[in-house]
């Protein structure tokens, strides 16, 4: 079983501004070797689908087995580079019932602009098994350059996104009008190496969780060769035909059968769940 196992299915999945009362972290900025960014110089990129204060929880089953759990969320505001950010998570852990068979402790980290929707900083924590990984990337979208952890500078496209920012940049489009077949195109930065990621639109579908049903659009990340996600099988994503392209569902096909993750719990989400209809 290789690493990545419960992990896959959240990282592509790829609020301007929090609810009241959520406070900015003021001075705790994060260490990079950039300079502070002119505010006017970078892209504004409207958000309607999510915000700080977010969480949600998912089960994570291969076949009948819920072998884990998985949390994606936007804790608070932080600074970096004179810009401010939303610190986005993604953590998944195994069950304690199947840390037996394989322990997973994993954690991914982006400071994404939350103006731009585009990272900052991603940070790797991955703890699966005995194989255990740690990796980080400072972004400067002006130089377009990516500064990794190894001291190593890579040439990077202007908005390139990592694994988690990928994915709320999905979140920001308007699925609801998109047809069959419609593809979006991206990169992605990982392990110093820039890949196209395109997600395909598979049409639109009713989801059945344990939160209530949803009308969704249903989007799946195309594997490409060499890519992240080789080798790891089809990954599809559904997400509410409603302003928060909130993820309900995600499947990965594998070798050994087909990984599932649905939402068992949302808190903090940005607007009304009109997509909801049990």
Known sequence: MRHHFFSTLLLLAAGLW??????????????????IINQSELRHLPNTAFAVGERLTFDIDWGVITGGQAVMSIPDYRYVNGRKTMETRVEASSSSSFDWI???RDRYETFMDADGIFPWRFEQHVREGSYSKDYDANFDPVAQTADASDGKEFKTPQYVHDIVS???????LDMTRSHKGDVVHLQNFFDGE??????????????????GTFE?????????????????????????DDDNHMPVKM??????????????????????LTSKVG
Do not use: N
């Not at 929090?18 to 300079?35: I, K, M, N």
């Not at 059968?257 to 989400?269: C, D, H, M, S, T």
């Open 18 to 35: 929090g609810p009241r009362g959520h406070q900015f972290v003021g001075a705790d900025t994060l260490p990079t070797s950039h300079a």
């Open 102 to 104: 394989f322990r997973v």
């Open 166 to 172: 990928a994915f709320y940049y999905i979140r920001t």
């Open 194 to 211: 820039t890949h196209p990621l395109d997600v395909r639109i598979l049409g639109h579908q009713q989801v059945e969780t344990d939160v």
């Open 216 to 240: 969704c659009s249903v989007i799946e990340p195309m594997v490409v060769q060499g890519g992240l996600f080789k080798s790891e099988g089809t990954i599809r994503i559904w997400l509410t």
């Open 251 to 272: 499947s990965s096909k594998i070798l050994i059968g087909e990984i599932e993750a649905k939402l068992v719990k949302y808190e903090g989400i940005r607007g009304p």
